[in-house]
């Protein structure tokens, strides 16, 4: 599986990873929209620039109640926007069978006996 890489945030498109780039490319040339845009006259061209700017629209919308939330909710909003992304494209990556992490560091057990003995 190709890592995640480090959290960028790019211009227009938001919180995004190397591999989302990778990801924004693919989707972009297996659109039928982008050869019209290149291939196509001007109506094609105009109704492929109107559907990709309703696209944007749309999804803007659709994060107004959670820049909302965001506000109100965050400590740092850096922060809290790069754990939200990151949370959302692991459940997303691994279709909402995240596995587990290691045992090791999941349980408090191996910390009960280490605080015990220095009482």
Same mark, same amino acid.
Request: charged fraction near 30%.
């Given at each position: 599986? =190709?890592?995640? @890489?480090?959290y960028? +945030? ?5 919180p995004?990873?190397?591999?989302g %780039?990778?990801?924004l490319?693919?989707?972009?040339l297996?659109?039928?929209?982008t050869?019209? =845009?290149?291939l @196509?006259?001007t109506? +094609?061209?105009v109704?492929?620039v109107?559907a990709?700017t309703?696209? %944007? ?12 939330i965001?506000?109100?909710?965050a ?16 459940y997303l990556?691994?279709d ?5 992490l ?5 349980s ?12």
């Open positions: 599986m =190709f890592p995640a @890489g480090p960028l +945030v790019l211009p227009f498109w938001g995004s990873s190397p591999r %780039v990778f990801g490319l693919g989707d972009a297996m659109d039928p929209l050869y019209t =845009f290149l @196509g006259g109506a +094609v061209t109704a492929s109107g990709a309703l696209d %944007v629209t749309d999804t803007r919308a659709g994060l107004l109640l959670a820049g909302k965001v506000e109100e909710t400590v740092d909003r850096y922060d809290f926007i790069k754990a939200s992304y990151r949370q959302r494209r692991e990556i691994w909402g069978e995240v596995p587990e290691d045992e090791e560091f999941e408090d057990e191996d910390f009960d006996g280490d605080l015990d003995s220095e009482e």
